[in-house]
């Protein structure tokens, strides 16, 4: 069985290995067809028409960080991000976070 | 022009030189044909990623209504909380914005060796790439005595439309102290909460109108999506209001009197009713059936790194007509479906590989207008079948607060806003 995240993993000790640094091993998209699924609340490109928060454009430090506390089950009165981010590795969160915040808001 | 044959030859030719295939395709024309039927939320998600990624693909939608109303939200306005237009979108932006070529007919057949898709307006469509989102169709004769008359006495109001608008008239004639009897379906069908989402808003429609009328669902299974919570949330909000029948507890509707607005259960109890919801057996849209793309129960086996058919090459079919289960038919879910399918043919026809799929699902259920619920869960394909990320989803918690309910509701409402934008292009009012 060779899942996603089994894959990934190997590419990214395989890159580490050769460039000794922080490498995503998410291509560009990779990265667009797992942000496509949080345009559904947040909004096409993460630009909320509505009561829920836009993401675009945000700071990628303030993102991650939140991002990983709600994987983390670290946000008090979470609704369902705590059930959302806990399908993602935190390379993902990390590549989601650097792409909605590279977005115009 | 694209032909199968020269899309033969054109693979041939990309086995030599892979990265001269786009180049051949744009000589002629174009990046490649993609043809879409169905507008809702798989199909016109399909649209619009397709051209977000590849403005020089050629996009064709066909769907038979000029105005999409949603089942998502229908029964808000079931339980007067929303107007009927307010659940409607139109393809201004993917026409517009995209350069979607909009193609207002009813698809009626397809020959998947040929490429090609017939229009009820006498024309004849070539594709490269066909998507095909039908959503459901009623799985007539599934049910002794529910056909397309009775659903006129007795409505499903499970497309949306002129049934559920016929729905909410016959609750707002009924007189109070009425029994509005809704009869589940056996899994799998469109939207699991479904059902006992719209109960849950009739009996608040009956709470501010009609305090005397009863609820009693006869359900062809003995549980369902969310169920502890429901129970939990019509105790609080409605208290006996609302009686549910499971399968073991002879809940299975087996036969349909819609003149009598009766209903017989599998070990012969009848049920008279003052208004009648018979939400029926499904089965896939029936072009998917022309296609010969569905199995003998009626659904659409795929792929699930690209939701290509398993039967016959470049159909491709999302949303509600396809085998995604863990996945449940949802909106939210047809809409990830279009645009991991829209990533897969855009890699496709530039002679690259798909990218790793992945999809979310948010089910959000209103029990009452402050009180939502909802549930989560995202998937990640693994040898071709959907799977559920493990240790991800989940539903709200059973001991949650007012407060937590009535975000979980303003979020509903925010979601359907965002979906709406995102799949249609929709500004909320």
């Known amino acids: ?105 | 022009m694209i032909t199968r044959r020269n899309m033969l030859a054109l693979g041939a030719a990309a086995f030599v030189a892979p990265l001269a295939m786009p180049n051949i395709l744009r000589a002629q024309g174009s990046a490649g044909r993609v043809v879409i039927v169905g507008g809702g939320f798989g199909g016109a998600t399909a649209a619009k990623y397709i051209k977000r990624r590849n403005p020089d693909i050629d996009v064709t939608l066909i769907e038979a209504q000029e105005r999409f109303y949603t089942c998502p939200f229908s029964n808000l306005y079931l339980g007067g909380l929303r107007e009927f237009e307010s659940i409607g979108h139109s393809y201004e932006e993917l026409t517009g914005e995209y350069g979607v070529n909009l193609v207002t007919a009813l698809a009626e057949d397809v020959d998947g060796d040929a490429h090609t898709v017939t229009l009820s307006n006498g024309e004849t469509v070539e594709y490269d790439k066909l998507i095909l989102s039908p959503g459901i169709d009623i799985n007539w004769g599934a049910l002794e005595g529910y056909d397309e008359a009775a659903a006129e006495l007795a409505p499903h109001a499970w497309k949306a439309g002129a049934q559920t608008q016929l729905l909410r008239r016959q609750l707002e004639e009924m007189e109070d102290g009425g029994l509005f009897v809704l009869s589940a379906p056996a899994d799998p069908f469109r939207c699991p909460p479904g059902p006992y989402e719209r109960v849950s808003l009739v009996a608040h429609y009956f709470k501010e109108h009609k305090p005397n009328s009863k609820i009693l669902i006869l359900d062809s299974k003995d549980a369902f999506s969310k169920q502890g919570l429901f129970t939990a949330g019509w105790q609080s909000l409605y208290g006996d209001t609302i009686e549910w029948v499971g399968l073991s507890d002879d809940g299975r509707v087996v036969r349909v009197d819609a003149e009598a607005l009766e209903v017989e259960t599998e070990f012969g109890m009848v049920h008279r009713a003052n208004v009648l919801n018979v939400v029926p057996p499904q089965k896939a849209g029936f072009i998917a059936e022309r296609a010969g793309v569905t199995n003998e129960g009626g659904w659409v086996p795929i792929k699930a790194s690209t939701f290509e058919s398993r039967q016959v090459a470049d159909i491709h079919v999302i949303g509600d007509a396809a085998i995604a289960s863990p996945m449940p038919k949802s909106g939210f879910c047809a809409n990830t479906q279009g645009k991991v399918a829209a990533a897969a043919i855009v890699a496709s026809l530039a002679g690259n590989e798909a990218p790793a799929a992945s999809w979310t699902n948010t089910c959000y259920s209103l029990i009452g207008p402050d009180y939502g619920i909802s549930v989560v869960g995202v998937y990640e394909a693994v040898d071709d079948e959907v799977v559920q990320v493990e240790g991800s989803g989940g539903v709200s918690p059973a001991d949650a607060d007012a407060d937590f309910r009535l975000r979980e509701a303003q979020y509903a409402v925010g979601w359907y806003d965002a979906i709406a934008n995102d799949t249609w292009g929709t500004v909320p009012a």
């Open chain 1, 1 to 105: 069985m060779f899942s996603k995240h089994f894959r990934r993993g190997v590419v990214v000790a395989a890159m580490l290995a050769a460039f000794a640094g922080p490498a995503s091993a998410l291509s560009e998209d990779e990265v667009s067809v797992l942000a496509g699924t949080c345009a559904n609340c947040h909004g096409t490109d993460g630009r909320s028409p509505g009561a829920i928060p836009a993401i675009a454009g945000q700071d990628y430090d303030i993102l991650r960080e939140q991002l990983l506390a709600f994987k983390a089950g670290e946000v008090e009165g979470a609704t369902i991000m705590t059930r959302h981010a806990t399908g993602y590795t935190d390379e993902e969160l990390d590549a989601l976070a650097r792409y909605f915040s590279e977005i115009e808001p």
